[in-house]
């Protein structure tokens, strides 16, 4: 999955999980999914300076969440 990201194919990261595990998502479900899995594998970069610090993602989770 990491390599998908790093290639800018999320689509393909969100829709292996789409097709697999969660068919009844709504649009604003999905959207949510999508920016989880962004964060989740930005957090997992290898440069330090480039992963966000946990302030960022805790005000980055909240976005997502109030998103819908």
Excluded: H, W
């Excluded at 999508?34 to 976005?63: N, Q, T």
């Amino acid at each position: 999955m990491k390599d998908l990201y790093e290639k800018d194919k999320l689509d393909e990261v969100t829709d292996t999980f789409y097709t697999k595990m969660v068919k009844d998502m709504t649009s604003g479900q999905r959207f949510q999914m999508e920016a989880c899995v962004a964060l989740a594998l930005r957090c997992c970069g290898k440069v330090d300076e480039s992963r966000p610090k946990m302030i960022e993602v805790a005000k980055e989770l909240k976005r997502i969440q109030t998103s819908l």
